[in-house]
């Protein structure tokens, strides 16, 4: 009858089996088959002593528990893509304010958005451009404190003519002494559709392309 060495552990054992899967990784019912057969097995003049009993269960503890962990790790990542499923379904249809420079603009009603000053500036105002690059009309904030700015256009040009709608850009400035430095622009946009996947959830807006979840400051109706 053949015998096991009792200074063998089971995973030793299992590492340089000839027929042994190619696989690293060792099932909590390999493990165990392992383990009995080394006990059926040992050699009578050399039994296995406690201390190394208890480790190889020990080890078997160990394999089980991160099976059950990955099974837990596998169920909590199915419920998280759920809930960004749903998440990003409520969103479809909605307006966000997201950093950006442009801007798909209704002109028959009056347009809102923001700047963000850093510190306080003498003079901020904001340089509406369309689509071609040409200057439409300047929106004067005059002075302003440190922090969100909102202002309002009214969707007409400089001669007070309608301008027709489309996607317009937003340059904001602000004057420190005889320096002119611009601002970031927070500017609405309605969300056409989502993509899912990958590590982050993604807005298609309309008219910008896309953006990620993590830069929306503000979901609207």
Known sequence: MSTVSGTGSVLDQYQHKPDAPKSNDLGKNEFLNLLVA?????????????????????QFS???????????????????????????????????IVPSEKAVVDTSESFKASTILPVSSSNVYVNVYDNS???????????????NVSFIWDGKDSDGNVAPPGTYKFEAQATYGSETKGLYTLLPANVDSVTLGGSELMLNLAGLGSVPLSQVQVIGQ
């Open 133 to 147: 690059g040409s200057l439409v009309t300047r929106v004067n904030l005059g002075e302003q404190a440190a922090g």
């Open 38 to 58: 080394q006990l059926n097995n040992q050699n009578p003049l050399e039994p296995q002593g406690n201390g190394e009993f208890i480790a190889q269960l020990a």
């Open 62 to 96: 160990q394999v089980e528990g991160i099976e059950k962990l990955n099974t837990s790790m596998g169920s909590m990542l199915s419920s998280f893509q759920s809930s960004q499923a749903l998440q990003a379904s409520s969103l479809v249809g909605r307006k966000v």
